[in-house]
């Protein structure tokens, strides 16, 4: 039989009668949705909320489980006709959903079929096409998903930058959990002695204890920290009331250390640094955070180049990233031109560096992405807002040939001026692009 369950539903509105409430208690509660039962099939975990609308199902709607993948469908956005009810129930009936048949189409050379929903024995059961409500509300091959996610949060003793960003990501996603399948962990380190470091281990070693009975999927790092402005050196604490750092291979090897054997079971792990620019800028910084990023095996890591980096603005950076790769299972590499193109004013401040792990072997390839602007960031590069020789501001005169910028300062007695390329191995990326701007990427 077509299989079926029920979630809470994210989306507002409705009907309900008004009564008057009594106000008591505290209404705390650690549990987020309710405790129904998991749907797991051979190899994958159904969705929770339909691929159509991004909704749960309740009263009389169900999810249909799609057979093929772990999709789901709700009987809102799908019309079941009344007399094939009770049909579509019976054994051996099994339900393809709209991605499935779409993605079968293109498979098949494209040749157009309507979409029937329910087969058995490879036969339909409905006897004509299964009625859609609405259109789909994401791409064709993303799906909702719910799988097991893991946020650990950790932030600099005495960090005096705002770092909410992280927590916001994690706000934003508890309505995609229902059966509490997310967890949120915040962790202040001071690492700065060899006691200090002992402790920090000690206590991360009883944390992944309780947390290694859970299967995670997914496990998303971010770092809050800050770098020395020459060396890059992550600070990792006080030592006689002064911060001191250490090269960054040395302490991401202390950080990440024991999380270790939960980055190695997990399909999949992420690390965001929310750290100024001198842990990419300074090559030193830069070649020991590439091999640090292979030698701990994480999927994908994210940094930031802007000398003065304001982590919030990298919200909507991470906004994206946790909508696009952590619920609709877009890859990072996939999802990134996008979620760049949502964030522009990013641009305006920092380039974004995404170190991404190869398949299969202990290798990383980098990219850096940066926002360009034919007047106020050409291919990339922070043209001044004053003139060094003059003094003048917003004084620059600009010539495009053969996507070839070139500025000169309009002072009278001052010939001051820049001539601005692409930057080699760069393209330019469509989301978000604009007459005048775009992201560019640029592979090193």
């Known amino acids: ?85 009770q049909a579509v129930l019976a054994p051996h009936v099994t339900f393809r959903c709209i991605c499935c048949h779409i993605a079968g189409q293109r498979q098949g050379g494209n040749a157009l079929t309507p979409y029937l929903g329910f087969y058995r024995n490879n036969k339909p059961v409905l006897d004509s096409f299964l009625p859609i409500r609405t259109a789909l509300e994401i791409n064709v091959t993303s799906q909702l998903s719910s799988d097991t996610l893991l946020f650990v949060h950790l932030t600099l003793v005495d960090y005096d930058t705002n770092d909410s960003s ?26 700065s002695t060899a006691s200090k470091v002992k402790t920090y281990r000690n206590s991360m070693a009883a944390l992944v204890g309780k947390l290694s009975s859970t299967a995670w999927s997914r496990v998303v790092f971010g770092i809050f920290n800050h770098t020395d402005n020459s060396s890059g050196d992550p600070y990792v604490g006080y030592e006689r009331k002064t911060y001191v750092a250490t090269p960054v291979h040395d302490f991401l090897a202390i950080i990440l250390g024991p999380w270790q054997g939960l980055i190695n079971k997990a399909p999949e792990s992420f690390l965001w640094l929310f750290s100024c620019g001198a842990l990419v800028n300074n090559p030193a910084s830069f070649a020991n955070l590439h091999a640090s990023v292979a030698l701990h095996g994480i999927s994908a890591a994210m940094a930031f180049n802007a000398v003065r980096f304001q982590p919030s603005f990298s919200a909507h950076l991470l906004l994206a990233f946790c909508e696009l790769v952590l619920i609709q299972r877009v890859s990072i590499q996939q999802a990134f031109p996008d979620m760049l193109g949502q964030s522009y004013k990013l641009g305006r401040h920092s380039d974004v560096f995404l170190f991404l792990k190869k398949h299969d072997i202990n290798s990383v390839d980098v990219f850096r992405y940066c926002w360009t602007h034919s007047r106020l960031r050409p291919w990339g590069n922070f043209l001044p807002l004053q003139c060094p020789d003059c003094g003048l501001v917003d004084a620059w005169t600009s010539v495009n040939h053969n996507q070839e910028y070139s500025f000169e300062c309009k002072g009278e007695n001052c010939r001051k001026g820049f001539v601005l390329s ?23």
């Open 422 to 444: 692409p930057p080699a191995n760069s393209r330019m990326l469509i989301p978000g692009k604009t007459r005048i701007s775009s992201w560019i990427e640029i592979r090193l």
């Open 1 to 85: 039989m077509a299989r079926t369950k029920q979630t809470a539903r994210k989306a507002t509105g409705g009907s309900a009668g008004r009564v008057k409430l009594l106000i008591g208690g505290d209404g705390n509660s650690s549990a987020v949705g309710r405790q129904d039962a998991v749907e797991v099939c051979e190899g994958f975990r159904h969705n929770d909320y339909c691929i159509i609308c991004r909704d749960g199902s309740v009263d009389d709607d169900v999810l249909v489980l799609c057979d093929e993948c772990p999709r789901v469908v709700c009987t809102h956005c799908v019309m079941i006709p009344l007399a094939f009810a």
């Open 166 to 191: 992280f927590e916001l990501g994690h706000q934003f996603l508890l309505p995609y959990f229902p059966h509490t399948g997310m967890q949120y962990h915040k962790v202040t380190f001071d690492i």
